[in-house]
């Protein structure tokens, strides 16, 4: 079965230092990630996803991320945070492997990002 | 449309009461997922469909859950006799062919989700 973590609840940082957050995957086959943050009241945006290719994916409004495949993990990063930036955070998963999970998204907690002025 | 949308944006039910809601996914596209946020943040895949068609129903709590996308119509989620541990946020989303035949990579864009409430 698939499964997501994000370790952290709730990350702080302050505007300008580089943000983190944390996901790491446990699947059966080949992992397809995505991250999403989800602004209050609002619905998921999409950021960024791997899929096959260089390991370093670049995504929207400055992110990007990391695939590990050793580590077993999909970090999401950006070099200098913006007070903007503060919203959820969810790293998800589709599982090639899994016959009984097709198409579907595995979701991790969520990660709080406060960046503070 | 180039967005999802979900209607209404807020429902609020007494315990027992039917609750319908409604999604137009983006033109185009012919996945369509449901999800079910509940207050810890966690999101539960409910059910999934391929045009009009139910691709996967795995997360569907059948005995009082149902779902349909008909042509020509916005999909729905129904839930007959509501309970208490409804309550949630519910986030339908779409995307573009087939989810693996493509390479199983296309994201997902989601609605901006129905509140439901059931007192």
């Known amino acids: 079965a698939q499964s997501v973590a994000q370790p952290e609840d709730q990350v702080n940082v302050a505007e300008g230092n580089p943000l983190t957050v944390k996901c790491t995957y446990s699947?059966?086959?080949?992992?397809?990630l995505f991250w999403y943050v989800q602004y209050p009241n609002r619905g998921l945006q999409f950021l960024l996803k791997y899929i096959t290719g260089d390991n370093l994916v670049k995504g929207s409004y400055g992110f990007e991320a990391e695939f590990n495949k050793s580590q077993t993990s999909f970090h999401l990063k950006k070099p200098s945070a913006l007070v903007s930036d503060s919203a959820l955070y969810f790293c998800?998963?589709?599982?090639?492997?899994?016959?009984?999970?097709?198409?579907?998204?595995?979701f991790g907690a969520g990660t709080q990002v406060v960046v503070t002025p | 449309g180039e967005e999802v949308a979900q209607t209404p944006k807020h429902l609020v039910r007494g315990e027992g009461q039917k609750a319908k809601l409604y999604c137009a996914p983006i033109?185009?596209?012919?996945?369509v997922f449901w999800y079910q946020q509940v207050l810890k943040n966690e999101f539960k895949f409910l059910i999934s469909?391929?045009?009009?068609?139910?691709?996967?129903e795995t997360g569907m709590p059948k005995e009082r859950f149902s779902a349909k996308c008909l042509p020509n119509s916005p999909c729905s989620l129904e839930i007959q006799a509501t309970k208490l541990e409804d309550s949630a946020v519910y986030f339908c989303?779409?995307?573009?062919?087939?989810?693996?035949?493509?390479?199983?990579?296309?994201?997902?864009?989601f609605g901006p989700g129905t509140r439901l409430t059931v007192l």
């Open positions: 989303a779409s995307s573009h062919r087939r989810p693996l035949t493509s390479g199983g990579g296309n994201e997902q864009f």
């Open positions: 998800a998963v589709r599982d090639t492997g899994a016959t009984d999970s097709w198409g579907k998204f595995q």
């Open positions: 033109k185009g596209h012919s996945y």
């Open positions: 469909f391929q045009n009009e068609n139910v691709f996967d």
């Open positions: 699947v059966s086959g080949n992992p397809y």
